[in-house]
């Protein structure tokens, strides 16, 4: 049996092959047995554990309790927001900084209402149902919700209480609603610079494609954030951010470039040379924002163009953690759409397998497997993309 099972009418109603399936099922339990087994191996994952690993989240609630004290630049003071996390956490060694912007102080001041267990529970069901939201809207039927949920990246993203599902969501809806409703794609690219290096493609490919309602949409949308935090919180919260984000840039991070699912990580893991590591992800960077432009440009498919775009924004930015790879859900998603409809090229699945396969194992491996899958989805739009351009039959419906 194929992987896949198309509808003789419409590929709108094809149906997952049963193989497929289990395999999604199995992903969904792997996920859910591994969260269980972390927090039992880890007494609780909301407080520091016996190995001194400390979730991110703490420094969302840690950041609004600093700025419900008047204090709102010593937000992004290490030594002054370690002691509020620590009343959350427990004692543990170094520093946890907040990275964010400081629109997105407004978001850390609403959580801090609420006792750090419940806005953890709070900050990871409505951003995964946003996440899980947008995957349904981009395939178009409840099978969006399954694969959702069955998406690696998944486990990495709640283990630590970190934004990889709603920069997933907006992402992911700003594309799915972009041909429709240009101004609240716009909205929702300009709610993303909330973490500006996941949008650094954005305004060259909405040039390249014309889409200046959409720029002009997410332009006024960040200005506006901007506005709204500088008359929330002072003038001072955003000389902080920057000097905030200098000490993170400068720190030593030797055992992080394991972590790191760039470009950039990945030539660090093999040189210690900071030069080769950053020619490397400008190349990176070049290629995609160029390859990206050219798809906008031509005249593929609308899927090819909204993943060929989310898998771009991830090969651009040379800060990519393992919890920022849920995107990767979005451009996979639109390859199934485009599946579903008129059906998979020959190996195609496949491909997506091993994309899947490669976040899978990253918790075994504490390597840049996860900038190899995104490569791997590159090269799948990429080959959807050159169809067209050579006037190939581009679509061949798998059958059972």
């Given at each position: 049996?194929?992987?896949?099972?198309?509808?003789?009418?419409?590929?709108?109603?094809?149906?997952?092959?049963?193989?497929?399936?289990?395999?999604?099922?199995?992903?969904?339990?792997?996920?859910?047995?591994?969260?269980?087994?972390?927090?039992?191996?880890?007494?609780?994952?909301?407080?520091?554990?016996?190995?001194?690993?400390?979730?991110?989240?703490?420094?969302?609630?840690?950041?609004?309790?600093?700025?419900?004290?008047?204090?709102?630049?010593?937000?992004?003071?290490?030594?002054?927001?370690?002691?509020?996390?620590?009343?959350?956490?427990?004692?543990?060694?170094?520093?946890?900084?907040?990275?964010?912007?400081?629109?997105?102080?407004?978001?850390?001041?609403?959580?801090?209402?609420?006792?750090?267990?419940?806005?953890?529970?709070?900050?990871?069901?409505?951003?995964?149902?946003?996440?899980?939201?947008?995957?349904?809207?981009?395939?178009?039927?409840?099978?969006?919700?399954?694969?959702?949920?069955?998406?690696?990246?998944?486990?990495?993203?709640?283990?630590?209480?970190?934004?990889?599902?709603?920069?997933?969501?907006?992402?992911?809806?700003?594309?799915?609603?972009?041909?429709?409703?240009?101004?609240?794609a716009g909205a929702m690219i300009g709610l993303?610079?909330?973490?500006?290096?996941?949008?650094?493609?954005?305004?060259?490919?909405?040039?390249?494609?014309?889409?200046?309602?959409?720029?002009?949409?997410?332009?006024?949308?960040?200005?506006?954030?901007?506005?709204?935090?500088?008359?929330?919180?002072?003038?001072?919260?955003?000389?902080?951010?920057?000097?905030?984000?200098?000490?993170?840039?400068?720190?030593?991070?030797?055992?992080?470039?394991?972590?790191?699912?760039?470009?950039?990580?990945?030539?660090?893991?093999?040189?210690?040379?900071?030069?080769?590591?950053?020619?490397?992800?400008?190349?990176?960077?070049?290629?995609?924002?160029?390859?990206?432009?050219?798809?906008?440009?031509?005249?593929?498919?609308?899927?090819?163009?909204?993943?060929?775009?989310?898998?771009?924004?991830?090969?651009?930015?040379?800060?990519?953690?393992?919890?920022?790879?849920?995107?990767?859900?979005?451009?996979?998603?639109?390859?199934?759409?485009?599946?579903?409809?008129?059906?998979?090229?020959?190996?195609?699945?496949?491909?997506?397998?091993?994309?899947?396969?490669?976040?899978?194992?990253?918790?075994?491996?504490?390597?840049?497997?996860?900038?190899?899958?995104?490569?791997?989805?590159?090269?799948?739009?990429?080959?959807?993309?050159?169809?067209?351009?050579?006037?190939?039959?581009?679509?061949r419906p798998l059958k059972a």
């Amino acid at each position: 049996m194929a992987d896949y099972a198309m509808s003789p009418e419409h590929g709108a109603g094809a149906k997952l092959g049963r193989a497929t399936e289990l395999i999604c099922f199995a992903l969904i339990v792997a996920n859910l047995v591994y969260l269980i087994a972390f927090s039992v191996q880890c007494s609780c994952p909301l407080v520091s554990n016996a190995a001194g690993d400390v979730p991110d989240f703490v420094t969302f609630w840690a950041a609004g309790r600093v700025v419900r004290a008047d204090h709102a630049a010593a937000a992004y003071d290490w030594p002054t927001l370690k002691p509020v996390e620590e009343s959350a956490v427990g004692h543990f060694d170094g520093f946890l900084s907040w990275p964010y912007p400081p629109p997105f102080l407004s978001v850390a001041v609403a959580l801090s209402l609420l006792p750090y267990a419940v806005a953890f529970i709070v900050w990871m069901f409505g951003t995964f149902t946003a996440y899980v939201v947008a995957i349904r809207a981009i395939i178009g039927d409840r099978l969006g919700y399954f694969l959702a949920a069955a998406f690696p990246a998944v486990l990495a993203n709640v283990m630590v209480g970190q934004t990889g599902f709603l920069s997933a969501a907006l992402i992911g809806g700003a594309l799915t609603v972009m041909e429709r409703r240009p101004i609240a794609a716009g909205a929702m690219i300009g709610l993303l610079t909330y973490k500006p290096h996941l949008g650094l493609l954005f305004p060259v490919v909405l040039v390249a494609g014309g889409r200046y309602r959409v720029f002009a949409a997410a332009a006024i949308v960040a200005v506006l954030m901007i506005a709204a935090s500088w008359a929330a919180f002072g003038g001072e919260t955003w000389p902080a951010f920057f000097r905030g984000i200098g000490l993170i840039a400068h720190s030593d991070g030797s055992a992080y470039w394991g972590k790191l699912q760039s470009a950039f990580g990945l030539a660090h893991a093999f040189s210690d040379s900071a030069a080769v590591a950053w020619t490397t992800q400008l190349a990176t960077a070049l290629i995609a924002a160029g390859g990206v432009s050219i798809i906008w440009r031509s005249r593929c498919a609308y899927e090819i163009k909204a993943a060929a775009l989310g898998t771009g924004v991830l090969m651009a930015t040379p800060h990519l953690l393992p919890y920022d790879l849920v995107v990767l859900a979005v451009p996979l998603a639109f390859l199934i759409r485009l599946g579903r409809t008129s059906g998979f090229l020959r190996h195609e699945l496949s491909g997506i397998g091993l994309a899947c396969l490669l976040l899978l194992i990253y918790p075994f491996v504490q390597a840049p497997v996860g900038f190899i899958a995104v490569l791997v989805v590159a090269a799948l739009i990429a080959r959807r993309a050159l169809a067209v351009q050579s006037g190939a039959p581009q679509l061949r419906p798998l059958k059972a």
